[in-house]
């Protein structure tokens, strides 16, 4: 009798409970983590007791930072959450599905739909959507390793438990949900681990470094601006008594608002939501932002076969008879009409169309480990499998046909996939009869995509090294890696994968294709090359890339693939298209190349103020800057450029050493900007120029070489860039000409003493700061002959050319 499960009355009077499977835990955050991430930080904590400081001594003019700091808040939380709604609407329209049976009818539904008592009808690939206790089993084997670390296949038989997040990888059975939502396994875990778990982000851990940095130094000198701004208006006493102190107060907070980076992190969460709304756009959902930036960084990346060089469609090609048996043709046409078939065994029902009548005695289901499937009829065993599998190490045997093996490799080496079918006595203990004996070769076409050359030959261009891992015939995957480009001129089986770390890298740095991996020995060769230095990208659909991907720096999935692929994934190719890899690539070499480029400019900002801070503190000198003014110098220089240089295309290859390659261009460049500024200041305070004539220098002293570096590092400079920059050289003559925009920011004619004093300064300063412009890109091409060596050290492929 059929199993009919519950009733729609039944499914109703659960849902109205509340015992349904619903359980939150979207693919991005939350909006009250981007809202926190965006505004409840140390530094607006800062800038926020600033401006209530400068309100309540009556210089409002002077909190214009306020406002642009709620203009960074704001536009970092509205991009952030246009990225999450971006990425939640892909999300709900590829979301995972269970199979269950209703009212004796089968239907695919939302996992969160899935109630109390249900009866999940689970088959090879699905994964369990809740805890459930098994009704029926057909050779059900569940993967349980993402949960319980054990690698080895479960075999289920009635009445035994099923737990939600393990993975179905062989067999069919029905099992009945019994805990379901919260109370369910695998959501009873951390969650977070498996989803949110933090991408390595060198980006994110380098700026949180320097803000760290930052958080710790402004208190102390904050306290030494503030005693040298009293002391240089008349000392404590008088400045307390006469109201000077509201000017000392006013020069500390213009000190501290410079030197903090809030631009950097806005730019910086801004390019990740970018990037992941651009990428979803080419329908890949990105399911952790930082992953975007990780993509610059993959060196290796590993395919499967199966769905990334080929369409995946098997297509039955044809039947080589080797011992006369009856009843194989209708053996086969069995294996065709299974319902927990694999593509492979259902393209036999293209070509064998009748199929044995009788109900089979004993079946023994296809698993990744074994690579084969057997089932026992009334006149004995038929085994369906891999030659070598089927066959291993039996070529001496005098009963065994000779040919088999070089039969099997001369179709294997044209790019064909080979089984045998084999027939003997039969085994209860999943072993091949040790008297069977081989009845058919068979072949099987694979479909190679058409961008797959294309995307390999980019990646090659691209210095990023190439591995195939799959779990066919080494010799089929060769011939394949070679049609599409590879030079693959065999392939290694896995099966002689050395036990040693050291010869197993060696054995990774001379072949390119692998064949017969099984899942664990996929996530041994990640784990290696990560082990090694790599950054590893792994792609793949089946149940089998699960471990692998997991392991892997970034996983990539296919949305054709098993929902436990794709669950652990960081990446998700929506259509499954192969050729989205460069763009991806492509785009998070974007990210944080500009990242990089802009944060020189944030971080020579901060170095500078840092250094003003402590020289003009140390030297008990009046700061030479209103807060006013270092905000409109701030958003000339920095802050509008870095936005529209933070999209720009970039296809600079990643180096690591981001953070020490941007402080070997910002401090020393703040140094140079700092001894041209003290050295003004103290040279007009000595000719006895007046305060307000000072600033206005200083000003404009700051906003050219500010210009200077903005040119410097937009290099080089095409008609976008140069107009961008241009811009801002307008914006500056406009902040010097139009009268009340002067007015407001107390901005004064200079005499000539004064400008022959400015323009002097700035030359100097522009100088050191070519200086440091050439001693930086020594160190970046260092840094790049570096990288180049340790790629070229670590894998066999050719090292990356690069230029200057």
């Not at 926190?36 to 003019?61: D, E, K, M, P, S």
């Not at 904050?222 to 000077?244: F, H, K, P, R, Y």
């Not at 990242?595 to 900002?605: A, H």
Request: charged share 20%.
């Amino acid at each position: 009798m059929m199993p009919t499960g519950l009733t729609s009355a039944e499914v109703e009077e659960r849902v109205t409970a509340g015992l349904t499977n619903a359980f939150v835990q979207g693919t991005s955050r939350s909006v009250w983590s981007i809202v926190r991430a965006n505004v409840l930080t140390l530094f607006n904590g800062i800038i926020l007791v600033c401006f209530i400081v400068l309100f309540a001594i009556g210089r409002w003019q002077d909190a214009l930072f306020g406002f642009s700091a709620i203009a960074n808040a704001v536009i970092g939380s509205v991009q952030e959450f246009r990225a999450k709604r971006a990425l939640d609407r892909l999300a709900l329209l590829n979301a995972p599905h269970a199979t269950v049976v209703r009212d004796g009818t089968e239907s695919a539904i939302d996992v969160g739909t899935v109630v109390m008592d249900d009866l999940l009808r689970l088959r090879a690939g699905d994964q369990v959507a809740a805890d459930a206790i098994v009704a029926t089993s057909r050779g059900l084997q569940l993967d349980e390793s993402m949960l319980t670390g054990e690698s080895d296949p479960v075999e289920k038989s009635p009445g035994d438990r099923v737990l939600s997040g393990s993975v179905v990888v062989g067999g069919e059975g029905d099992a009945t949900v019994d805990r379901v939502g919260a109370d369910s396994f695998a959501n009873s875990l951390a969650a977070e681990a498996k989803r949110f778990s933090l991408v390595a982000s060198e980006l994110r851990t380098s700026i949180n470094r320097v803000l760290t940095f930052v958080a710790w130094i402004i208190g102390p000198v904050a306290l030494l601006v503030l005693n040298a701004q009293m002391i240089a208006n008349g000392g404590w006493t008088e400045a307390s008594a006469d109201g000077a102190w509201r000017d000392a107060v006013t020069a500390t907070i213009a000190a501290i608002v410079a030197m903090v980076p809030l631009g950097l992190v806005l730019m910086t969460s801004i390019t990740f939501a970018v990037g992941a709304v651009k990428l979803a756009r080419q329908q890949v959902l990105v399911q952790e932002l930082p992953a975007v930036e990780g993509l610059a960084r993959v060196d290796i990346i590993c395919l499967d076969k199966t769905g990334t060089l080929t369409q995946g469609d098997i297509v039955f090609d044809d039947a080589y008879p080797l011992t006369a048996r009856d009843g194989w043709e209708s053996v086969l046409a069995w294996y065709g009409i299974q319902t927990d078939a694999n593509a492979t065994a259902r393209s036999l029902a293209s070509r064998f169309t009748d199929p044995v009548a009788t109900e089979p005695v004993y079946r023994v289901p296809f698993s990744s480990a074994r690579k084969w499937s057997a089932v026992t009829f009334d006149d004995g065993m038929w085994i369906l499998g891999g030659p070598e599998m089927v066959f291993p190490d039996r070529q001496d045997d005098p009963s065994h046909p000779r040919d088999l093996a070089a039969r099997a490799s001369e179709l294997a080496s044209s790019g064909r996939r080979t089984l045998v079918l084999a027939f003997g006595t039969p085994t209860t203990d999943e072993t091949v009869p040790a008297d069977a004996v081989p009845v058919a070769l068979l072949t099987f076409r694979e479909n190679i995509r058409p961008d797959a050359a294309e995307t390999l030959g980019y990646f090659a261009a691209q210095g990023v090294a190439v591995r195939v891992i799959s779990g066919d015939n080494p010799q089929t995957v060769a011939a394949i890696a070679r049609d599409v480009g590879l030079d693959a001129p065999h392939g290694f089986d896995a099966r002689n994968l050395p036990e040693s770390q050291d010869e197993l890298l060696r054995v990774l740095d001379e072949n390119v294709v692998f064949g017969r991996v099984t899942p664990e020995q996929k996530k041994r060769i990640v784990v290696a090359l990560k082990a090694a230095g790599h950054t590893v990208a792994m792609t793949g659909d089946g149940v089998n890339d699960a471990l692998a991907i997991k392991e892997a720096d970034i996983g990539i999935a296919m949305n054709s693939g098993a929902a436990a692929t794709k669950a652990v994934a960081r990446l998700v190719l929506l259509d499954g298209r192969f050729s989205h890899l460069p763009n991806v690539v492509a785009e998070g070499r974007q990210v944080i190349a500009n990242i990089e480029r802009v944060s020189m400019l944030f971080l020579t900002k901060t170095a500078y103020a840092t250094f003003l801070a402590l020289t003009f503190g140390i030297l008990l000198l009046p700061f030479p800057f209103l807060p006013r003014q270092l905000s409109v110098t701030d958003g000339l220089t920095i802050g509008i450029p870095a936005f529209f240089l933070a999209l720009l295309p970039n296809a600079q290859r990643y180096i690591p050493g981001f953070l020490r390659r941007s402080l070997t261009f910002a401090v020393p460049a703040g140094v140079a900007v700092t001894l041209g500024l003290a050295a003004y200041a103290r040279l007009a305070a000595n000719m006895r120029i007046p305060e307000a004539e000072i600033r206005t220098g200083s000003t404009l002293i700051l906003t050219m070489v500010g210009l200077w570096i903005l040119v410097v590092l937009a290099r080089p400079v095409t008609r976008f860039k140069g107009i961008v920059i241009g811009a801002m050289m307008v914006g500056l003559v406009l902040v010097y000409t139009i009268p009340f925009v002067r007015g407001f920011l107390q901005l004064v004619d200079p005499t000539l003493p004064t400008a022959l004093l400015v323009i002097a300064t700035s030359l100097a300063s522009i100088a050191l700061i070519e200086i440091v412009r050439f001693v930086h890109r020594r160190v970046t091409r260092l840094d790049l002959a570096k990288a180049a060596l340790r790629s070229h050290g670590k894998t066999s492929d050719p090292p990356p050319t690069t230029t200057g």
